[in-house]
């Protein structure tokens, strides 16, 4: 992890910070965040298909320890879902296992994303769990292959490229045939378990998207380096590989001109649209990632 990175982490991490933050709500995180409510969300939606980008949704809400309120977000998740499905656009919906109580019970876990789940397929809805912190990678690669062993074939799963053990587990994931979506990562992690320096994330990005492509798995190729985008689009091209294997994937609010470049392209390109009124820990990483963020911040707490 870049000293960067760690350093806004930990301030961002102190109460007094977040109460800043929070005070200002989402006149700060508005760029990165489509608001707090579902139906600012699905206006972000309609605006990004007016470009050509597809949306991927996601209800903000992590590291839930109380099955009643894991509870909650698996409705709201639901919600979402059928709401995307009444749509006539490409529908995608991110979800944390831990948002569905998977630090209280794997079990719980489970039988919540089996629901959203058997709600998404109804809709034509594609769900991606996403990967969280190194502790919890092991569990969430559990339920994924709990539900494709149950039959769900709507379901993929994230790989991070600083871990030291993606390569692994994707190896291991790989007779599920899986639909990876391959990412830097963005989580503080000890250098036991992820990669400091950014060649060798950068390499072993590469590793995880020509993998899983050799195999003929669909994968989301998710970043903004343009590097590793201009790689991914000649390696690809250099072995005609179909471009309805592979896409591009963004966060919302982040090089938007390089979104709507990509899909002019005729790339298939999603945006990742978070939404809700827990939106802290996910605005903090997005300043970590990159000083641009920060700046932007910082302006608009001096703005009167």
């Known amino acids: 992890m870049s000293l960067w990175r760690k350093s ?20 700060l995180a508005r760029r990165f965040i489509a ?74 876990a489970k039988e919540l994303l089996g629901e959203i789940l058997a709600e998404a397929k109804a809709g034509e809805v594609f769900i991606r769990i996403d990967m969280e912190d190194s502790p919890r990678v092991d569990k969430t690669l559990a339920v994924y292959r709990a539900m494709r062993e149950a039959g769900f074939e709507n379901v993929g799963i994230v790989l991070q490229a600083y871990l030291k053990r993606s390569e692994a587990d994707l190896e291991a994931l790989l007779p599920y045939r899986p639909h990876i979506r391959v990412v830097k990562g963005a989580y503080a992690e000890p250098p036991e378990v992820a990669f400091p320096d950014l060649p060798t994330i950068r390499a072993t990005f590469k590793a995880l998207v020509e993998k899983n492509l050799r195999a003929g798995n669909p994968t989301a190729i998710a970043t903004h380096d343009d590097a590793l ?3 991914a689009k000649d390696w690809a091209r250099e072995r005609d590989i179909p ?7 963004f966060l919302y609010g982040v090089r938007p001109a390089l979104q709507k470049k990509t899909a002019r392209e005729g790339y298939t390109t999603r945006a990742y649209v978070p939404f809700g009124k827990y939106w802290y820990p996910y605005f903090s990483r997005r300043i970590a990632e990159r000083p641009e963020n920060a700046l932007f911040v910082l302006r608009g707490l001096l703005k009167p």
């Open 35 to 108: 608001g707090e409510t579902l139906e600012e969300a699905l206006a972000a939606v309609h605006r990004l298909e007016e470009d050509g980008i597809h949306a991927i949704l996601d209800v903000l809400g992590e590291m839930v320890k109380d099955e009643a309120m894991a509870r909650a977000f698996a409705e709201e998740i639901k919600k979402a879902v059928r709401a995307f499905a009444a749509l006539p656009y490409p529908r995608y919906v991110s979800v944390k296992l831990t948002q569905l109580g998977l630090d209280t019970s794997e079990e719980l």
């Open 8 to 27: 806004v982490l930990a301030i961002a991490n102190r109460p007094a910070i977040e109460g800043l933050v929070r005070r200002y709500g989402m006149r």
């Open 243 to 249: 471009r309805n294997l592979y896409e591009f994937q």
């Open 229 to 231: 985008i201009r790689w």
